[in-house]
Nanobody, 126 residues
Framework: QVRLVESGGGSVQAGGSLKLSCTTS????????IAWFRQTPEQEREGVAV????????YYASIVEGRFSISRDIPKNTVYLQMNNLKPEDTAMYYC???????????????????WGQGTQVTVSS
């Protein structure tokens, strides 16, 4: 059974930092892309960061590049999202997702991912 469990969300003031964790289990070897998405009631789910098969393969949405950092601890089956200099507009529910390297399509398309966690809330106050 595949499971993705996010943790680390919370409430911070603007300029603060949070580190999210996504611990996975039951993923097959073909699942190689792990992404962080976020969503608010007013907006569609949007991708913020992706880590690929290699530890150095990372992608960031322009709105978070330079502030967020995604990393992957393979022995611990955990992917992290370090978020610095947080802004009120970063407030959202954050989800991690796992997708096969064999599936075509944009890494920013939620439909590319087969497995999702339950989400962790991040709230940034001004």
């Amino acid at each position: 059974q595949v499971r993705l469990v996010e943790s680390g969300g919370g409430s911070v003031q603007a300029g603060g930092s949070l580190k999210l964790s996504c611990t996975t289990s039951g993923l097959s070897a073909s699942i190689n892309y792990i992404a962080w998405f976020r969503q608010t009631p007013e907006q569609e789910r949007e991708g913020v960061a992706v880590v690929g098969p290699g530890l150095r393969i990372t992608y960031y949405a322009s709105i978070v590049e330079g502030r967020f950092s995604i990393s992957r601890d393979i022995p611990k089956n955990t992917v992290y999202l370090q978020m610095n200099n947080l802004k009120p507009e970063d407030t959202a529910m954050y989800y991690c997702a796992a997708g096969s390297r064999d599936r075509a399509g944009s890494l920013w398309n939620p439909q590319r991912y087969d497995h999702w966690g339950q989400g962790t809330q991040v709230t940034v106050s001004s």
